[in-house]
């Protein structure tokens, strides 16, 4: 139940307040003045005090700053009858959080501890979903003790307030989305938006428009004003996936965004944007820029800083942190109890991962679903998925080879599956005329 202080030193004014909020369902209790005021509240905490602004002794102000002393979350509120500017500026420079004056109009006032209060309501939960946020996003979710990632980590400490331009680079997987990420939400404008736009997710025609906004009526279809994602971006973090796949004439115009932070939304004028820009690729840039596919000034100035993420093939300290993480957390997404034996963990830092970390954690997923024992001692095999070493090299001898885990693995899904080819091909993750290979083989 919320609990409600009304400090006044008329009788009448604390009969009203009190029958008024009561029938609310509020606690309310009375004080005749400031300083039973605070022996009442350091008896007990109160969601909300109401106080008299000029009373005898100890007046209105003082309270306030002997309560704001003790407690900074405690809304207040400040009636006087004496209601001039200079006394609602002096309440709310002393702490308060409102200000209202006499007479007390019983329904004005119940809106507004009504009103005062789902504001503290949603300043709790913003908080609470910034926490959790910032515990989300913190980099030890990037799980890594790799040299490389770390060099990176140590890297990032100097420019991360910073709004230099930064490139990642690193084949698809292997974290890039992530890392851009927890740069946004660990930087100083972590509060403000984090906009994502992958150009190899858009038709070419209208990347443009998707990208810097539109005007109605700028061209077929454009009904009305629509912010691209730089407006959406304002004041935060801008994150250019796929930066590869930019055509050359919208090069020139993203080069302008770049180098001057200005931008025109189609069929509009320039404006200016407040924006930091994270762009991303998993292809070679300075091949293509050798071959005069993308333009070498903006290259450059999109690699202020270059940070480059290993593949999992070279990382192999990290195979077993990042296996172990992700079992933890499909045991506990689906309830399940499954373990791995030394020799799994063993066998899958020897495996390649050419979808990186991305399919090391599906890989992990369909182990968890689909095993039948808690103690798994024996890894399916996904056919992409090949050793470092030859055929079975350092494994023991009575191991199944590879190609016979395929097999077994794919008799279980279609077992699972009830024989539906269609469903077993999307749970393996590969398309039905794969399967179908397979099975003729």
Not at 50 to 75: A, N, S, V
Not at 383 to 403: K, Y
Request: aromatic share 8%; proline share 3%.
């Amino acid at each position: 139940m919320i609990k409600i202080l009304a400090v006044d030193d008329e009788e009448k004014i604390l009969f009203l307040i009190s029958e008024s909020l009561s029938s609310e369902g509020y606690e309310v209790t009375c004080a005749s003045g400031a300083n039973e005021a605070l022996e009442t509240l350091s008896i007990g905490a109160f969601d909300l005090v109401i106080t008299d602004l000029k009373m005898p002794g100890m007046d209105g102000l003082q309270l306030i700053e002997r309560i704001r002393e003790r407690d900074q979350q405690t809304i207040v509120v400040v009636m006087t009858g004496y209601a001039t500017i200079d006394n609602a500026i002096g309440a709310i420079k002393q702490g308060a959080d409102e200000y209202m004056s006499k007479p007390v109009n019983p329904f004005e006032l119940r809106r507004l501890i009504k009103r005062l209060l789902e504001e503290r309501m949603l300043r709790r939960e913003n908080v609470k979903l910034r926490e959790e946020l910032e515990k989300q996003y913190s980099f030890d979710q990037f799980i890594s003790q790799s040299k490389e990632i770390q060099g990176i980590f140590q890297k990032l400490s100097h420019i991360i307030d910073t709004d230099t331009t930064i490139l990642l680079t690193g084949r698809s997987g292997t974290g890039k989305d992530l890392l851009a990420r927890l740069i946004h939400f660990n930087s100083r404008r972590k509060a403000l938006p984090f906009s994502t736009f992958s150009l190899a997710a858009r038709p070419e025609a209208l990347i443009e428009a998707e990208l810097f906004g539109y005007k109605k009526g700028s061209f077929t279809g454009a009904l009305k004003d629509t912010p691209g994602a730089v407006e959406r971006a304002e004041g935060g973090t801008l994150f250019l996936d796929e930066i590869g796949e930019l055509k050359p004439e919208l090069q020139v115009k993203l080069l302008q965004f770049v180098q001057y932070k200005t931008y025109t939304p189609v069929g509009d004028s320039e404006r200016q944007a407040d924006v930091r820009l994270i762009a991303a690729t998993n292809i070679d840039l300075d091949t293509m820029v050798q071959s005069g596919r993308f333009r070498e000034d903006l290259y450059y100035r999109l690699k202020v800083v270059n940070f480059h993420i290993p593949p999992l093939c070279e990382r192999h300290e990290d195979v077993y942190l990042l296996a172990h993480h992700y079992l933890n957390h499909f045991n506990n997404q689906y309830h399940r109890q499954v373990r791995l034996s030394p020799e799994c963990y063993d066998l899958l830092c020897r495996m390649s991962w050419p979808g990186n970390v991305r399919e090391l954690k599906h890989y992990l997923e369909r182990i968890v679903l689909f095993s039948d024992e808690e103690l798994v001692r024996m890894l399916p095999h996904d056919s992409q998925q090949t050793t470092q070493a030859s055929g079975n090299a350092g494994l023991d001898a009575d191991w199944p080879s590879l190609e016979e885990l395929d097999r077994r693995y794919i008799e279980k899904v279609l077992n699972h599956a009830e024989g539906n080819k269609q469903k077993a091909a999307t749970i393996l993750g590969i398309n039905p005329s794969t399967l179908w290979r397979k099975l003729k083989k």
